[in-house]
């Protein structure tokens, strides 16, 4: 995944992953408010039809009762039966006495009844005598119910007054103030009372309840926008607690890739997943012909956007991050694939890979050398592999077994920037190299300075005796070809022939100077160039 696609993946996952709380605690939060509202109605419908029930059940006892004591006219002993029980009956508002006809003859209250009329009639259970009214009194035309039950002697019948106000006591579960809408009404349908505000959302709860003994119903609404406004404080809360939650997630999702960005290790590690590390070639030059003999290659990061980064600016923390042994496997890789096809043809040519210390530790580069090219079209013995004098190694002995082992392969060894460290002759001959790679130092002081030029004679006897090849490195200019080629080297790269290429320009410059059908022809010259000292070696047959 490019690295832009991972931010914005990354970022992706961090919206998801911070608007998950948010939607749980909605979600939750409305289930919540849905089952405390549920509940709230349903317990205010219950309440409201229980106490009817209590009060009015209470009014029919006291008609019993005043009954039971013969009160049956309006007369003032009958009328002072019924001033009491209006005391013991708080709900009731008015007792009287009612005539055959059901007109109000006389109350406990002593003012003169209004006009009053029967709006509804219903029954209550197990109580053939007694019935239940909805009334219209006076001009206002106020309801009221009616308990309503025969004198136990004469014509008369005794009566109960209650305003429904009193039945319908609204409540709130909670103590707040009231919000609902509550209604009454008779079995027959007829609105005994309400309360609350008269117009509602809709979008409210509801529940209903009922008083079986008098046949009333009573169905309770309250807003849904109340209940929420209520928990608000609730609301608050949550979003906050979710919403620290989702940033924390959010910015640790969105922080990955910046941590990623500022920690070049992984940055190297994406890169390497991304295969923006590439090999870049030298070419080597036989300066006696002028014929490309191989090449260096050279490591650069080529990033998205087609910038070159150089190795001195990742090849140090690779090293010491130890992503380098999977980085020059990549490398190897990368050269075997690309180079295989112009290579086959070319047997001659050779491709040196520049080691760092920690190859030299144990035998797995041996390993990994031969998976990579053995049976492949760049053959073990085309295969140089570098060893810079620059940091002397840590263990000579292993060092040492692991070169013997590449050599064992056919794989060439090679001792780079000769003469920039400080180990001297002793430690080349110690490690049994094929190759001496003469430093650019020496190189830009051949001619000036006499020591320099002895050195490079003093290399070029070591060379011959112990039958190493050597390549004088970063050879800027023709007078420095000349030298060298005066001395006796036959190898050399520099930026007098080549800087490093990428591949597809080496792969050019060798078919232009190389074509396949004149090397697949016996050369006149390969003859001389065999007996030559050839710093890349004979050309293999
Ligand atoms: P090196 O092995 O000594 O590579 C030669 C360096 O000199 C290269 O720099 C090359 O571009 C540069 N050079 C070549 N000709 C001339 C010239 O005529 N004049 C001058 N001034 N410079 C010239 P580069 O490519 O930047 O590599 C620098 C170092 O990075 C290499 O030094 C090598 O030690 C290391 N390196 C490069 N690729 C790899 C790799 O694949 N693995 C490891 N472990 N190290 C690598
Ligand atoms: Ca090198
Ligand atoms: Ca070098």
């Keep these: 995944m490019s690295s832009r696609a991972y931010k914005l993946a990354a970022v992706a996952i961090g919206v998801l992953m911070a608007a998950t709380p948010l939607a749980v605690f909605k979600l939750w939060l409305d289930d919540y408010v849905r089952r405390e509202g549920a509940f709230e109605v349903q317990t205010a419908a219950n309440h409201v039809a229980g106490l009817a029930e209590q009060r009015l059940g209470l009014a029919v006892d006291e008609l019993d009762k005043v009954a039971g004591r013969g009160v049956a006219s309006c007369r003032g002993d009958h009328l002072e039966v019924l001033r009491n029980a209006n005391f013991?009956?708080?709900?009731v508002k008015e007792f009287s006495i009612l005539g055959p006809d059901g007109r109000t003859l006389c109350s406990d209250l002593g003012i003169a009844p209004g006009e009053r009329a029967v709006v509804a009639l219903g029954e209550i259970a197990g109580r053939g005598d007694v019935a239940i009214e909805l009334m219209q009194v006076g001009a206002r035309q106020?309801?009221?119910?009616?308990?309503?039950?025969?004198?136990?002697?004469g014509a008369n019948a005794l009566a109960a007054l209650l305003p429904p106000d009193l039945l319908l006591t609204p409540i709130s579960a909670v103590g707040a103030p009231v919000l609902s809408q509550t209604q009454m009404r008779l079995a027959g349908g007829a609105i005994v009372g309400e309360s609350g505000p008269a117009a509602l959302p809709t979008e409210s709860f509801v529940a209903s309840a009922r008083s079986d003994r008098f046949g009333l119903s009573v169905m309770v609404l309250l807003p849904r926008s109340v209940k929420f406004r209520q928990h608000r404080d609730l609301e608050s809360i949550g979003y906050m607690i979710a919403g620290a939650i989702a940033l924390l997630l959010f910015g640790a999702a969105a922080l990955r890739p910046r941590r990623d960005h500022d920690n070049?290790?992984?940055e190297i590690e994406n890169a390497l997943r991304a295969g923006e590390f590439v090999p870049y070639y030298q070419p080597v030059i036989d300066i006696t012909n002028a014929r490309i003999r191989g090449a260096e290659v050279l490591m650069r990061w080529r990033k998205p956007d087609g910038t070159i980064i150089p190795p001195s600016r990742f090849i140090p923390l690779a090293e010491s991050s130890g992503l380098i042994a999977e980085m020059m496997r990549h490398l190897m890789r990368a050269v075997r694939d690309e180079m295989g096809n112009a290579v086959i043809h070319r047997p001659f040519l050779?491709?040196?890979?520049?080691?760092?210390?920690?190859?030299?530790?144990?035998?797995?580069?041996v390993a990994d050398v031969r998976e990579i090219f053995e049976g492949s079209m760049i053959r073990l013995s085309q295969?140089?592999?570098?060893?810079?004098?620059r940091h002397p190694l840590d263990n000579l002995t292993s060092a040492r077994r692991v070169i013997a082992a590449l050599q064992g392969l056919g794989v060439k060894v090679a001792i780079d920037d000769v003469g920039a460290g400080h180990s001297g002759l002793s430690y080349i001959l110690k490690l049994g190299v094929d190759i001496i790679k003469i430093d650019k130092i020496f190189i830009d002081a051949l001619g000036h300075e006499?020591?320099?030029?002895?050195?490079?004679?003093?290399l070029m006897d070591l060379a011959r005796n112990l039958r190493m090849d050597v390549i004088a490195e970063g050879v800027e200019n023709f007078e420095q070809v000349v030298a060298l080629r005066e001395r006796g080297i036959r190898a050399a790269q520099g930026y007098v022939f080549a800087p490093p290429l990428p591949g597809s320009a080496f792969l050019q410059l060798i078919e232009a100077t190389d074509p396949v059908a004149a090397v697949q022809e016996p050369l006149p010259a390969v003859a001389h160039r065999r007996a030559l000292v050839n710093p890349l070696g004979p050309r293999a047959a």
């Design 383 to 389: 295969v140089v592999l570098e060893l810079t004098e």
């Design 264 to 266: 070049p290790v992984v």
């Design 142 to 153: 106020e309801r009221f119910l009616r308990i309503r039950r025969p004198a136990i002697t």
């Design 350 to 365: 050779r491709f040196g890979f520049n080691l760092s210390a920690c190859h030299f530790r144990d035998d797995s580069i």
């Design 88 to 91: 013991s009956a708080s709900p």
């Design 450 to 458: 006499s020591s320099s030029t002895t050195i490079i004679e003093t």
